[in-house]
C-alpha cells in the first residue's frame, strides 16, 4: 500500500506554463560605475584593494585593470565590477580629479 499524501495534488495544465525572460524594462539597471577609495597599491606585485564608497566593501584591483592609470593608498577611484578567478573584482579604474 501507498499512503496518501497529507496534501492534494493540483492538475496544472501545460498551456498555463509560461517560460520566458525578463524585458529590458522589467529589470532595474543598477549604477555599473562606483565610487571608492585605494586601501593599498603594491606597485611592485601589481595589485591593491579598493574600498567602495557606498557598500564599504572592499575589491580586490590587479595593475592590468588599471590601464595608464597610476594609484596609490587613499586615491579617489571610479571603478566597474567584474568577476575574477576567484570572486568579485575592481576594474576599468579611474582616478577622480
Do not use: C, W
Not at 42 to 60: A, P, R, W
Not at 84 to 92: C, Y
Amino acid at each position: 500500500l501507498v499512503p496518501e499524501p497529507a496534501e492534494k495534488r493540483v492538475e496544472v495544465k501545460l498551456e498555463s506554463i509560461e517560460i520566458s525572460t525578463p524585458k529590458a524594462g522589467d529589470v532595474e539597471d543598477e549604477p555599473t560605475e562606483r565610487e571608492g577609495r585605494v586601501k593599498f597599491f603594491n606597485d611592485e606585485k601589481g595589485y591593491g584593494f579598493i574600498i567602495d564608497k557606498m557598500t564599504q566593501e572592499s575589491y580586490f584591483v590587479h595593475v592590468e585593470h588599471l590601464g595608464e592609470v597610476q594609484i596609490q593608498s587613499n586615491d579617489k577611484v571610479t571603478f566597474e565590477i567584474g568577476m575574477g578567478p576567484k570572486g568579485p573584482i575592481a576594474q576599468k579604474v579611474k582616478l577622480v580629479s
